[in-house]
């Protein structure tokens, strides 16, 4: 057990829905990092959060948000959904900015 | 475009042979490298990291990886393998002279047969 939370582990949901995943990094850890993992596109690092603010944003699509509340949980919100959303995605979370990071266990989406 | 790679997409190998992974990285300066195992049906977990020091750094389960600055590479390595060990590698890099943290390889899938 990696001490890193996502909920739910699994979520099925139509074209067009919107969803939210839910990230609570180990306690103490300051960072967190959402990254999206497909079989044709791999490990993808959507976004980063440090202490609740926006640290890096890598591929994420504009229908996509996150953010970091002040007691440190991260949520994702994914929108307009579509089949090729379908991905398992992770959350990630370390004590500073670039230190090891503890990967929780994902949310595998769904989109039918 | 900076960048982490590695070498093979998927390396076949028998119990007890000798495991050598490639990872090379384009960021220059300051790295910390990492690489991260995922079994089957499982999340990542971190084998083994490099921030400084001895560049031949020990992880768990019996992994090494060597930092060669020169080359831009973190190798990772096992002596002898086995069938526990099928899963997926991956190397990953934090350069904050770039500001990018985690930036992973594209992964290696490793099976090893009994």
């Known amino acids: 057990d990696s001490g890193v939370t996502q909920t739910p582990k699994h979520l099925i949901t139509a074209t067009g829905q919107r969803v939210t995943l839910r990230c609570s990094p180990r306690?103490?850890?300051?960072?967190v990092y959402w990254y999206q993992q497909s079989l044709d596109q791999g490990l993808q690092f959507l976004i980063q959060?440090?202490?609740?603010?926006?640290?890096a944003k890598g591929n994420i699509l504009e229908r996509f948000s996150a953010q970091q509340f002040p007691d440190l949980h991260s949520e994702l919100n994914l929108s307009s959904l579509e089949l090729g959303d379908s991905a398992l995605y992770f959350c990630a979370s370390s004590l500073h900015a670039n230190t090891e990071a503890f990967f929780g266990q994902g949310t595998r989406l769904t989109v039918v | 475009a900076q960048s982490v790679s590695q070498h093979n997409h998927h390396v076949i190998l028998s119990e007890a042979a000798s495991l050598e992974l490639g990872c090379n990285y384009s960021y220059g300066g300051t790295v910390n490298l990492f690489w991260y195992v995922q079994y089957p049906g499982q999340h990542l977990q971190l084998l083994l990291k490099?921030?400084?020091?001895?560049?031949l750094v020990k992880g768990i389960k019996g992994f090494e990886a060597e930092f060669i600055k020169s080359k831009f590479s973190f190798n990772l390595r096992k002596p002898s393998v086995q069938w526990s060990d099928t899963a997926e590698y991956f190397c990953a890099v934090n350069a904050p002279n770039y500001g990018q943290n985690f930036v992973f390889g594209p992964g290696t899938r490793l099976s090893v047969l009994p």
């Open positions: 490099y921030f400084s020091g001895d560049p």
């Open positions: 306690s103490g850890d300051l960072s």
């Open positions: 959060y440090y202490n609740g603010e926006e640290r």
